[in-house]
Every structure is written in structure tokens, then in C-alpha cells.
């Protein structure tokens, strides 16, 4: 087993090589959808989105399928869920155009609450998996995800695009004006190149939770909530502050959102669809699942007030980040065991 400086190393590199890939696919997927003739939201909610939202998808499929550790996966996908509806908003509306982040109708009664079902669909389907498909171990919580479960929440996703892409048949039927200077084979290029480095980075991350797991002698799944999450969660921060930045609020805001849905409703299903299905430990998905459902119930509070967040509502998101920090940092230190 690798030194811990050497897994540091690799936690560092990949989280390099996640945001540059990420930083190359999203600037691919944009001239993309400038291409197509994609509304802000929808390229937002999902060029943008899933493009940014990659890494996390790469690192639940390697750390399934090179490591048979779908905790981690799982860990990476609610930690960056968490960090991305408590850490990007706040920062997007700290450097934005006066110091606030503007929103609309669109994003909090169509995306904001959608974001919101996506959790509660995943919730059900653990659920379902604890009820009807008990470990043997009575005692437990665990479950076991059938890849027929991991099917409820993609079909979710699908409606999602459904009506995505209804907004952007609306859209289009008001264009006057058509984007003719990019060329597509050259940026689909581009993308498909960015994927490369970004399974790259994400295979380093893995590899370093994994190894600090066995270190320390904790669970794989609290090295996911931190060491996988905040590599992966990169592209996505780059993302919505560079168009917080360039004064574009409702494309910041709806890849937040985006990301969170394609994370929870594609990317771990995905990974139990690889892995044949896998056993859940109730016990731990709930309590993450609990805390990022009333971060999230707080930053859907806070983006209604005036349609839009303020400097003092993002300090309030940053506050509630620190708080799922100190729990993070108790259960590490064996204060809390509430994770394994």
C-alpha cells in the first residue's frame, strides 16, 4: 500500500486533472449548445451539467467496477451534492455582479424542485431496496439495489430531458439569430478528449480513498464524502462561477441544480447497473441524504427571497457547509460514529 503522502499526491493530481478535464469539456459543451441553439437554462441544466458532472460519474464507475467499492461512489456523489448547493451558489453570488445571484421563475419552480423530487426518488428506491430486498443479516438496514430499482430514478432523468427539451423547442422557435462559426467535429472532439483526462483524474481519487481508508482505518465511504467529492466537485465550481462572473446568474445557478439531478439520478444508478446491483447500508445513506435535504430546503428558502441570493444569504450556505464539515471532522476523530 502506497505512503499517506504518495495518496495525498494522488488526491491532488487527480483533482488537477478533474477540473482541467472539466474545464475543457465544459467550454466544448458550451460552443456546443451556442451551436444548437440551447437556452442558458437548459445548457446550464444540461450541457453544461452533465459535462461538469463527469468526474463524479467516472469515480463511482471505477470505484465500482477496479475497486468493488461502491460506498465511495456513493460518498463522492452526496459530498459533492452537498458542496455544490451549499459552497457554489455562495461563492457564485460572492464574486457576481453586485455581490448577489440573480434568479427567475424557471429555476425555482421548475429546476429548484425538481432538484428537490430527484432526492426524494432516490430516498424511495433505498427504501424499497431495505423493504423488499433485506440483507440476510436481519438486523441490519442494508438492502440490495436490483438493477430494477436503479432503473426508477433514470426514468426520472428521462422525464427531466423530456422537459428540457420542450423549453428548447420553445426557445428555438424564437431565435433570430443562428451561431454559425463554431465546428461541431472539432469540439465533439474536444469533449470526447476531455473524458480521457477526466477518468484519469477520477481514477487517482478513487485510488486515494481507497488507500486512506485502509490507513486510517475508516470507511470508505467518509473518504468518498471528502476526499473523492471535493476533486470531483471542481469543474462544476469553475463552471457556475465563471458565469456568475460573466453576469450569466440563471446558467450558474441551473448547473448547480443540473448537476445535482444528473449525479443522483444517473451517475449512481449507473453504477449499480455495472455492478449487477449492490447492497446499501440504510444506516449511512440516510443520515447524508437527511443533511443535504435541508441544505437543500435552505437554499431553496433562501434563492426565493427577492429571486435571488444575496451577500448575507451566502454566508448563511457557507455557515451550514462549515457545520457539515465539523460533523465530517467528528466522525473522522471517532467523536461520532454515525457513519461507520
Given at each position: 500500500?502506497?505512503?499517506v503522502?504518495?495518496?495525498?499526491?494522488?488526491?491532488?493530481?487527480?483533482?488537477?486533472?478533474?477540473?482541467?478535464?472539466?474545464?475543457?469539456?465544459?467550454?466544448?459543451?458550451?460552443?456546443?449548445?451556442?451551436?444548437?441553439g440551447?437556452?442558458?437554462?437548459?445548457?446550464?441544466?444540461?450541457?453544461?451539467?452533465?459535462?461538469s458532472?463527469?468526474?463524479?460519474?467516472?469515480?463511482?464507475?471505477?470505484?465500482?467496477?477496479?475497486?468493488?467499492?461502491?460506498?465511495?461512489?456513493i460518498?463522492?456523489?452526496?459530498?459533492?451534492?452537498?458542496?455544490?448547493?451549499?459552497?457554489?451558489?455562495?461563492?457564485?453570488?460572492?464574486?457576481?455582479?453586485?455581490?448577489?445571484?440573480?434568479?427567475?421563475?424557471?429555476?425555482?419552480?421548475?429546476?429548484?424542485?425538481?432538484?428537490?423530487?430527484?432526492?426524494a426518488?432516490?430516498?424511495?428506491?433505498?427504501?424499497?431496496?431495505?423493504?423488499?430486498?433485506?440483507?440476510?443479516?436481519?438486523?441490519?438496514?442494508?438492502?440490495?439495489?436490483?438493477?430494477?430499482?436503479?432503473?426508477?430514478?433514470?426514468?426520472?432523468?428521462?422525464?427531466?430531458?423530456?422537459?428540457?427539451?420542450?423549453?428548447?423547442?420553445?426557445?428555438?422557435?424564437?431565435?433570430?439569430?443562428?451561431?454559425?462559426?463554431?465546428?461541431?467535429?472539432?469540439?465533439?472532439?474536444?469533449?470526447?478528449?476531455?473524458?480521457?483526462v477526466?477518468?484519469?483524474?477520477?481514477?487517482?481519487?478513487?485510488?486515494?480513498?481507497?488507500?486512506?481508508?485502509?490507513?486510517?482505518?475508516?470507511?470508505?465511504?467518509?473518504?468518498?464524502?471528502?476526499?473523492?467529492?471535493?476533486?470531483?466537485?471542481?469543474?462544476?465550481?469553475?463552471?457556475?462561477?465563471?458565469?456568475?462572473?460573466q453576469?450569466?446568474?440563471?446558467?450558474?445557478?441551473?448547473?448547480?441544480?443540473?448537476?445535482?439531478?444528473?449525479?443522483?439520478?444517473?451517475?449512481?444508478?449507473?453504477?449499480?447497473?455495472?455492478?449487477?446491483?449492490?447492497?446499501?447500508?440504510?444506516?449511512?445513506?440516510?443520515?447524508?441524504?437527511?443533511?443535504?435535504?435541508?441544505?437543500?430546503?435552505?437554499?431553496?428558502?433562501?434563492?426565493?427571497?427577492?429571486?435571488?441570493?444575496?451577500?448575507?444569504?451566502?454566508?448563511?450556505?457557507?455557515?451550514?457547509?462549515?457545520?457539515?464539515?465539523?460533523?465530517?471532522?467528528?466522525?473522522?476523530?471517532g467523536v461520532?460514529?454515525?457513519?461507520?
Open positions: 500500500m502506497a505512503s503522502p504518495v495518496l495525498v499526491g494522488f488526491a491532488v493530481a487527480g483533482a488537477v486533472l478533474a477540473w482541467k478535464g472539466g474545464d475543457m469539456l465544459v467550454q466544448a459543451s458550451d460552443r456546443l449548445g451556442a451551436y444548437y440551447l437556452p442558458a437554462i437548459v445548457q446550464g441544466a444540461i450541457i453544461a451539467a452533465v459535462g458532472s463527469f468526474p463524479e460519474l467516472s469515480s463511482i464507475v471505477i470505484a465500482t467496477l477496479r475497486y468493488q467499492s461502491f460506498e465511495i461512489g460518498g463522492a456523489v452526496v459530498g459533492s451534492a452537498v458542496y455544490n448547493i451549499l459552497i457554489i451558489p455562495a461563492v457564485s453570488a460572492l464574486v457576481g455582479e453586485g455581490q448577489r445571484l440573480a434568479s427567475n421563475r424557471d429555476l425555482v419552480y421548475k429546476e429548484a424542485q425538481f432538484y428537490l423530487l430527484s432526492i426518488v432516490l430516498v424511495l428506491t433505498f427504501s424499497l431496496a431495505v423493504i423488499y430486498r433485506p440483507a440476510a443479516d436481519t438486523a441490519s438496514l442494508d438492502g440490495f439495489v436490483s438493477p430494477a430499482l436503479a432503473l426508477i430514478p433514470l426514468a426520472l432523468y428521462g422525464l427531466y430531458l423530456f422537459m428540457q427539451y420542450h423549453d428548447t423547442l420553445e426557445h428555438r422557435a424564437g431565435l433570430t439569430a443562428v451561431v454559425n462559426d463554431v465546428d461541431p467535429r472539432r469540439e465533439w472532439a474536444a469533449l470526447v478528449g476531455s473524458l480521457a477526466i477518468l484519469v483524474g477520477a481514477e487517482l481519487l478513487v485510488r486515494a480513498a481507497v488507500g486512506l481508508g485502509d490507513a486510517f482505518g475508516t470507511s470508505p465511504f467518509l473518504w468518498g464524502l471528502t476526499v473523492v467529492a471535493a476533486g470531483t466537485s471542481l469543474p462544476d465550481t469553475f463552471v457556475s462561477v465563471a458565469a456568475a462572473r453576469g450569466n446568474a440563471p446558467m450558474s445557478l441551473a448547473n448547480v441544480f443540473g448537476s445535482n439531478v444528473f449525479a443522483l439520478l444517473v451517475a449512481l444508478p449507473v453504477g449499480i447497473l455495472i455492478a449487477g446491483g449492490t447492497v446499501v447500508a440504510f444506516d449511512e445513506v440516510v443520515p447524508m441524504m437527511s443533511f443535504l435535504t435541508g441544505a437543500s430546503i435552505v437554499f431553496f428558502a433562501v434563492l426565493r427571497t427577492e429571486m435571488a441570493l444575496t451577500r448575507g444569504e451566502a454566508y448563511v450556505l457557507l455557515g451550514a457547509y462549515a457545520l457539515f464539515v465539523a460533523w465530517l471532522v467528528a466522525e473522522s476523530l461520532t460514529g454515525i457513519l461507520g
